[in-house]
C-alpha cells in the first residue's frame, strides 16, 4: 500500500463546476499536510496548508480528518486555469531504516476544466 | 527575483558518463533537496541538507551523490548514470525544513541511453 494515495484521475469538469479531491495517508503518526499544484510539464507550486480545523483560501477550502486518515481539496466555481495536477503533500513519516523521511508526495489527481 | 534554477533543463547522455545537474537558490534558504519524478510514482526524495555540509539520504539514493558546500547551491552528481535513472528532476528549497513552503526549480529531464 502506498504511503500517500490519490485518484489519479483525470477530472473533467465544466467551468463553474465545484470539485472535490481525497487523499489518504497510511502513517498515523503524520504531522503536517499540504496540496501543491503541478501545471503540466512545470515545478510543483504551494497551493495551501492543511490545517487540523480546517481552511479556505478563495474558492479553495482543505480539510483533514484524523481519525480515517485522509485530506480533501474542495475547487468552488472551476476556471479553465485550475487546470491542473493537484499533489497531496504528508510530513513526516519514517523509513523503513528508522531514518526521518521528509516529505512525502502522491502520484496527484489531474483536473481538466472545460470551456 | 527569489528563484530557483537547475542545469541543464534537458539532457540526454549514455550510459556510465559522469554528470552534474547544478542547482542555485537566491533565497537564502537552509534546507535544499532533489526529487525525481517518475509516472505513476510521484516525487520522491534522492537527497536532502538541512545547511552547509549537512546532507542525507531521502527515499531512493542509489546511484546519485550530492554536496553542499555552499548555502545557496546543491549539485547533484551522477558518477555512472544507467537508463533506470531517465526521469525529471526537481531541485527544491525551503527557509529551514521541509515543512516550510518548498520553492522548486523548473525541472531537468534526464534521459540515459
Known amino acids: 500500500r502506498k504511503e500517500v494515495e490519490q485518484d489519479p484521475g483525470p477530472f473533467n469538469v465544466p467551468e463553474g463546476a465545484t470539485v472535490a479531491f481525497n487523499c489518504t495517508y497510511s502513517?498515523?503518526?503524520?504531522?503536517?499536510f499540504f496540496w501543491y499544484r503541478q501545471d503540466c510539464r512545470k515545478e510543483p507550486k504551494l497551493l495551501m496548508s492543511v490545517y487540523s480545523s480546517g481552511n479556505e483560501d478563495g474558492r479553495f477550502t482543505a480539510q483533514l480528518n484524523r481519525a480515517s486518515q485522509y485530506i480533501s481539496l474542495l475547487i468552488r466555481d472551476s476556471k479553465l486555469s485550475d487546470s491542473a495536477t493537484y499533489l497531496c503533500?504528508?510530513?513526516?513519516?519514517?523509513?523503513?531504516?528508522?531514518?526521518?523521511?521528509?516529505?512525502?508526495f502522491g502520484s496527484g489527481t489531474q483536473l481538466t476544466v472545460l470551456p | 527575483e527569489a528563484q530557483v534554477t537547475q542545469n541543464p533543463r534537458y539532457l540526454i547522455t549514455v550510459t556510465g558518463k559522469k554528470l552534474t545537474v547544478t542547482c542555485s537558490q537566491n533565497m537564502n534558504h537552509e534546507y535544499m533537496s532533489w526529487y525525481r519524478q517518475d509516472p505513476g510514482l510521484g516525487l520522491r526524495q534522492i537527497y536532502y541538507s538541512m545547511n552547509v555540509e549537512v546532507t542525507d539520504k531521502g527515499d531512493v539514493p542509489e546511484g546519485y551523490k550530492v554536496s553542499r558546500k555552499e548555502k545557496r547551491n546543491f549539485p547533484l552528481i551522477l558518477e555512472s548514470p544507467s537508463p533506470n535513472q531517465t526521469s525529471l528532476y526537481f531541485c527544491?528549497?525551503?527557509?529551514?525544513?521541509?515543512?516550510?513552503?518548498?520553492?522548486f526549480g523548473p525541472g531537468t529531464r534526464l534521459t540515459v541511453l
Open positions: 527544491a528549497s525551503s527557509l529551514t525544513r521541509s515543512t516550510d513552503t518548498q520553492y
Open positions: 502513517n498515523s503518526a503524520s504531522q503536517s
Open positions: 503533500v504528508v510530513s513526516p513519516s519514517r523509513l523503513s531504516s528508522g531514518s526521518a523521511r521528509q516529505l512525502t
